[in-house]
């Protein structure tokens, strides 16, 4: 199966420029439907905005763009270029203004719906949806900092910490991850430590996680 990033949830985020208020949210959407839903709810929620402009990307679906009656090219596009940019798939994006009486020009428009977008990305934040390997380390306690430290060097995650009579650890590495994670366990700690594949798992996971 493909990896590829998503966002991680809904982001939203707002700036003021030259008294016009742009307000930036994205959600995750698993399909067009879900993307023209979120669409429409900003739409009904800010029926009084001067514009709702949106962008999305469906993953081997759609990917659509509107300027809402701003000029052409100076809000949707951008917008798309934005998530684009991010390499973010299954996204939706609306940028909602608020007109404050002054005009901000073609070059100025492109550069505040570019910002509203990225500032809810990056409020969303970013997951990468990948193949996860799941594994099951038990560890004594003078292993267990190494340990962890050999989890994130491999990009994993640790999902559970148990602490009794020895460290017991549940972690979930990209793929092509787990074998050299568990090949470098056994160099560091001489063989006494031993972990067993569990599952796999197709989800996404935050990148602060990973």
């Known amino acids: 199966m493909d990896e590829y990033l998503v966002p991680s949830g809904f982001g939203e985020d707002e700036f003021v420029e030259k008294k016009s208020r742009f307000i930036g949210r994205v959600w995750l959407a698993e399909s067009e439907e879900e993307a023209l839903q979120r669409i429409q709810q900003m739409k009904k929620q800010h029926y009084d905005a001067t514009h709702n402009c949106w962008a999305y990307i469906i993953r081997d679906g759609a990917v659509r763009f509107s300027d809402d009656g701003e000029p052409g090219g100076t809000a949707g596009m951008p917008m798309l270029q934005v998530l684009q940019r991010e390499g973010l798939y299954n996204v939706v994006c609306v940028v909602t203004r608020y007109f404050g009486g002054i005009l901000l020009g073609a070059g100025g428009l492109v550069r505040a719906y570019t910002k509203g977008a990225k500032i ?3 409020a969303a934040g970013k ?15 003078t292993y267990y900092e190494r340990v962890k430290l050999e989890v994130s060097a491999f990009g994993g995650i640790v999902r559970k910490t148990d602490f009794g009579a ?23 700690t001489a063989g006494s430590v031993e972990g067993m594949e569990t599952g796999k798992e197709y989800r996404a996971f935050p990148l602060t996680a990973v």
Request: charged share 20%.
């Open 127 to 141: 997951s990468m949806k990948r193949v996860w390997t799941a594994l099951y380390v038990p560890c004594p306690y």
């Open 166 to 188: 020895e460290v017991e650890l549940e972690l979930l590495f990209p793929e092509n991850q787990a074998q050299p994670f568990l090949d470098a366990l056994t160099d560091l």
């Open 120 to 122: 809810a990305v990056d």
